[in-house]
């Protein structure tokens, strides 16, 4: 039996499960290339762009304000290989992008989503119940021209569709090309962005992961995050819908009620309602990433010793590229399935808000999340309150 007869036999939950099934692009009714990048409103764009470039290594390569003519924001484009940031920041008062930062604080606004045919995703997203934000419009300039249009998503973020393969241009029409605001590294910290991670309400979760499936045919990947793990470790429930060819992948949380607080809950309480959590960067180093960026002021979260020196953890990590002791010297997580393994790290909140974080993520055959490191983390520390009497 050939792979595509075996799939016939199964629903599309179940293809969509194997996590590496990309389907052909004429079934699929809401073909995408990948994310085009992550716009952020933030209280000063000029300095986040600093942080950015100086921080996590990326290029500035665009920008507008109103030296450009851009009479209310300025924006910075910065990239890193595939990964694309825009910094948005209002320059007189009065303005939405003011509002959503005096709101939310820093965080994104749109995660904008490149597609071939923007009219046509636009139609389909609408015709299956999505709100529109931008009816698809023409942006144009001496280097060719992009469609665009805009969907709600959760919360005020949205999903820009924009179609640009007849565009040359830096970013967008509107935006001039610059010199960096500072020299970047030589070798790059991440290349893509791997997902980004949305927190809903209590009870909302399951309404976003259909909306995806709905509106734009994601799938979802077999990583989920259900009662069992949820309420006794993590104090969240999480999914993850991804488009067919696993590209773009949304995980979405929801709190669960745990032994303490969900972060969840933290995090929608002081953003003031749903919105992005997290962004995972693709690495190919991430110990020289982490390494760079920690000398650059980036603060990571910590992971216990228990968790490298654990024999039972030692054994769940097993083999990978390099040695446990470079691992815990820097806190990084190893999560493992029967595909292959992830190395993986999280920063604390990179503004004043305990809002939105990123993860570096390097990965060597899995496609998962970082669902083992919940129950593995909590364990270790369990294991050490034994120790000492205290469980
Ligand atoms: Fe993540």
């Given at each position: 039996?050939?792979?595509?007869?075996?799939?016939?036999d199964?629903?599309?939950?179940?293809?969509?499960?194997?996590?590496?099934?990309p389907?052909?692009r004429?079934?699929?009714?809401?073909?995408?290339?990948?994310?085009?990048?992550v716009?952020?409103?933030?209280?000063?764009?000029r300095?986040?762009?600093?942080?950015?470039?100086t921080?996590f290594?990326?290029?500035c390569?665009?920008?507008?304000?109103?030296?450009?003519?851009?009479?209310?924001?300025?924006a910075?484009?910065?990239?890193?290989?595939?990964?694309?940031?825009?910094?948005?920041?209002?320059?007189?008062a009065?303005?939405?992008?003011?509002?959503?930062?005096?709101?939310?604080?820093?965080?994104?606004?749109?995660?904008?989503?490149?597609?071939?045919?923007?009219?046509?995703?636009?139609?389909?997203?609408?015709?299956?119940?999505?709100?529109?934000?931008?009816?698809?419009h023409v942006?144009?300039?001496e280097?060719?021209?992009?469609?665009?249009a805009a969907?709600?998503?959760?919360?005020?973020?949205?999903?820009?569709?924009?179609?640009?393969?007849?565009?040359?241009?830096?970013?967008?029409?509107?935006?001039?090309?610059?010199?960096?605001v500072v020299?970047?590294?030589a070798?790059r910290?991440?290349?893509?962005?791997?997902?980004?991670?949305g927190?809903?309400?209590l009870g909302?979760?399951?309404?976003?992961?259909?909306?995806?499936?709905r509106?734009m045919?994601?799938?979802?990947?077999?990583?989920?995050?259900?009662?069992?793990?949820a309420?006794?470790?993590s104090?969240?429930?999480?999914?993850?819908?991804?488009?067919?060819?696993?590209?773009?992948?949304?995980?979405?949380?929801?709190?669960?009620?745990?032994?303490?607080?969900?972060?969840?809950?933290?995090?929608?309480?002081?953003?003031?309602?749903?919105?992005?959590?997290?962004i995972?960067?693709?690495?190919?180093?991430?110990l020289?990433?982490?390494?760079?960026?920690r000398?650059?002021?980036?603060?990571?979260?910590?992971?216990?010793?228990?968790?490298?020196?654990?024999?039972?953890?030692?054994?769940?990590i097993?083999?990978?590229r390099?040695?446990?002791?470079?691992?815990?010297?820097?806190?990084?997580?190893?999560?493992?399935?029967?595909?292959?393994?992830?190395?993986?790290?999280?920063t604390?909140?990179?503004?004043?808000?305990?809002?939105?974080?990123?993860?570096?993520?390097?990965?060597?055959g899995?496609?998962?999340?970082?669902?083992g490191?919940?129950k593995?983390l909590?364990?270790?520390?369990?294991?050490?309150?034994?120790?000492?009497?205290?469980?």
């Amino acid at each position: 039996m050939t792979d595509a007869a075996g799939q016939k036999d199964l629903t599309p939950e179940q293809r969509a499960d194997d996590g590496r099934a990309p389907r052909a692009r004429r079934e699929d009714p809401f073909p995408v290339k990948g994310m085009d990048a992550v716009v952020f409103a933030v209280g000063n764009a000029r300095q986040a762009a600093h942080y950015y470039s100086t921080a996590f290594g990326m290029r500035c390569v665009a920008y507008k304000g109103p030296e450009t003519g851009s009479r209310d924001e300025a924006a910075y484009v910065l990239e890193s290989g595939g990964a694309r940031f825009v910094l948005k920041g209002a320059v007189r008062a009065g303005t939405d992008l003011g509002r959503h930062v005096a709101e939310h604080g820093d965080g994104a606004i749109d995660l904008a989503i490149e597609v071939p045919d923007a009219e046509t995703a636009y139609r389909h997203a609408i015709a299956q119940g999505a709100r529109s934000v931008e009816a698809p419009h023409v942006l144009e300039d001496e280097y060719g021209k992009v469609v665009v249009a805009a969907i709600a998503a959760y919360g005020e973020t949205r999903h820009s569709l924009v179609q640009r393969a007849d565009y040359s241009g830096p970013y967008l029409p509107g935006y001039v090309a610059v010199d960096p605001v500072v020299a970047p590294p030589a070798k790059r910290y991440f290349q893509a962005i791997d997902h980004c991670v949305g927190n809903v309400e209590l009870g909302k979760m399951d309404e976003w992961v259909e909306f995806y499936q709905r509106v734009m045919g994601f799938t979802n990947m077999k990583e989920f995050v259900g009662d069992d793990i949820a309420t006794e470790y993590s104090a969240l429930m999480s999914k993850v819908v991804a488009d067919g060819t696993r590209k773009v992948k949304f995980p979405l949380n929801e709190p669960a009620i745990a032994k303490k607080k969900s972060q969840i809950d933290e995090y929608l309480e002081f953003y003031g309602g749903p919105g992005m959590q997290h962004i995972a960067l693709a690495t190919g180093d991430i110990l020289h990433a982490v390494d760079a960026m920690r000398a650059s002021g980036v603060e990571f979260l910590n992971t216990p010793d228990s968790y490298y020196e654990d024999p039972e953890l030692r054994e769940r990590i097993g083999e990978v590229r390099a040695p446990i002791e470079e691992l815990q010297k820097r806190g990084i997580l190893v999560d493992r399935d029967e595909d292959g393994y992830l190395l993986q790290i999280f920063t604390k909140p990179v503004q004043d808000r305990p809002t939105v974080f990123f993860e570096l993520i390097e990965r060597h055959g899995s496609l998962g999340f970082g669902k083992g490191n919940f129950k593995a983390l909590f364990e270790a520390i369990e294991r050490e309150q034994e120790r000492r009497g205290n469980l």
